[in-house]
C-alpha cells in the first residue's frame, strides 16, 4: 500500500515568506507526527497529532510555526516570516495509534532552504 | 526522557566486518526502544522495538538488545555489507512521543 506522502520535496524560499508543508498519513493511521533534522542535528520533535487535535505541540520552536490536521489524514505544517535558522529537512511519520510500541512509517521529507 | 546517546558517532568498517552501536537513554518513563536505518535520500526505516528487559530482536544479520534496567540498547551487524551503510536511529518512547538520538553514521567499505 502507499506509504507517507510529503510534498513539496524540496522548497527554496527567501526570508520573511511563508511556507506550506503537507504530508499525507498511510491511510487509517491515527497518530500524525512532524521533525525536522537541522544540518549536524538529530531528529528533533515538533508536534504530535492524535486524529485531528494536537494534544503536544511542545517542540514548535516559535509561534511563527504552527500546524493543522484536517478529516483525520493530511496535515499542513506552516511556518511564517522564514528565517535562515529554519532551514532544515522536515519529516513527517504516522503511526496506527499513539502507542509508544506503534511502528512510526516516515515520509521521505521536505528539505527547507531559506536564503 | 531525555539525553539519548548513541556511540560511536560515525564508523568505518571493512565490508565482512562485525560491528554494534550503543544508545543510552535515561531508564525513567520509559516504554518502548525503537531502531531505524536511515539511508541517504531516503525514509527512516523501522527495524526493531523492543519494550520488556532483556528483549532481543533479529532481522538476517541485524539483532538488538535491551537493558531497561540500566538504560542501554546494542544494534549487532554480523558481516557487514556495503549496503548495510546508513545512520542507525534509536529512539525510546514514552506513551507516544519518541526521542531520536543523533545517530550512528556507518560506512561499509567494500
Known amino acids: 500500500g502507499a506509504g507517507v506522502s510529503q510534498s513539496p520535496s524540496n522548497k527554496v524560499t527567501e526570508k520573511g515568506k511563508d511556507v506550506?508543508?503537507?504530508?499525507?498519513?498511510?491511510?487509517?493511521?491515527?497518530?500524525?507526527?512532524?521533525?525536522?533534522?537541522?544540518?549536524?542535528?538529530?531528529?528533533?520533535?515538533?508536534?504530535?497529532?492524535?486524529?485531528?487535535?494536537?494534544?503536544?505541540?511542545?517542540?514548535?520552536?516559535?509561534?511563527?510555526?504552527?500546524?493543522?490536521?484536517?478529516?483525520?489524514?493530511?496535515?499542513?505544517?506552516?511556518?511564517?516570516?522564514?528565517?535562515?535558522?529554519?532551514?532544515?529537512?522536515?519529516?513527517?511519520?504516522?503511526?496506527?495509534?499513539?502507542?509508544?510500541?506503534?511502528?512510526?512509517?516516515?515520509?521521505?521529507?521536505?528539505?527547507?532552504?531559506?536564503? | 526522557i531525555l539525553n539519548v546517546e548513541q556511540s560511536p558517532q560515525s564508523l568505518h568498517v571493512q565490508e565482512g566486518d562485525s560491528t554494534n552501536f550503543t544508545c543510552s537513554f535515561p531508564s525513567s518513563n520509559f516504554y518502548a526502544l525503537h531502531w531505524y536505518r536511515w539511508e541517504t535520500a531516503k525514509s527512516p526505516e523501522a527495524l526493531f522495538v523492543m519494550t520488556l528487559n532483556g528483549d532481543e530482536k533479529k532481522k538476517g544479520r541485524i539483532s538488538a538488545t535491551l537493558n531497561t534496567k540500566e538504560g542501554y540498547s546494542y544494534l549487532y551487524i554480523k558481516g557487514s555489507q556495503p549496503e548495510d551503510s546508513a545512520t542507525y536511529l534509536c529512539a525510546p518512547s514514552g506513551t507516544y512521543k519518541y526521542i531520536f538520538g543523533t545517530g550512528t553514521r556507518l560506512k561499509v567499505l567494500a
Request: hydrophobic share 30%.
Open chain 1, 20 to 115: 506550506e508543508l503537507r504530508c499525507d498519513p498511510i491511510s487509517g493511521h491515527t497518530a500524525l507526527y512532524w521533525y525536522r533534522q537541522s544540518l549536524g542535528q538529530g531528529l528533533e520533535f515538533l508536534i504530535y497529532f492524535q486524529g485531528n487535535s494536537a494534544p503536544d505541540k511542545s517542540g514548535l520552536p516559535s509561534d511563527r510555526f504552527s500546524a493543522e490536521r484536517t478529516g483525520g489524514s493530511v496535515s499542513t505544517l506552516t511556518i511564517q516570516r522564514t528565517q535562515q535558522e529554519d532551514s532544515a529537512v522536515y519529516l513527517c511519520a504516522s503511526s496506527l495509534g499513539p502507542g509508544g510500541s506503534d511502528t512510526q512509517y516516515f515520509g521521505p521529507g521536505t528539505r527547507l532552504t531559506v536564503l
